[in-house]
């Protein structure tokens, strides 16, 4: 999905069977080499940031996150918005 702000490079929602919530990829991380996520496909995400407003979870990828592609499918649960 398209950001709506100059410093993320990246914004999505990501499930898994015990949920969803939206992420965040900041453009400084992004320089860093931290990459991109691409809609049906999972990953591992670790040392990732979250926080918690108004009820709602969110995760932001940082320069010192790893992502792993995996090979494991999950059905999409939510979308942006939802």
Avoid at 7 to 13: A, D, F, H, T
Avoid at 19 to 47: H, Q, R
Avoid at 63 to 73: C, D, I, P, Y
């Amino acid at each position: 999905m398209d950001s709506p702000h100059p410093s993320i490079r990246q914004k999505g929602v990501i499930s898994d069977p015990t949920g969803s919530c939206e992420f965040v990829l900041w453009e400084k991380s992004a320089m860093k080499g931290t990459p991109e996520l691409t809609i049906g496909s999972t990953y591992n995400l670790d040392n990732v940031f979250t926080k918690e407003f108004r009820g709602e979870f969110s995760v932001a990828m940082t320069a010192g996150t790893t992502v792993t592609k995996t090979g494991q499918a999950y059905p999409v649960q939510r979308t942006l918005g939802d």
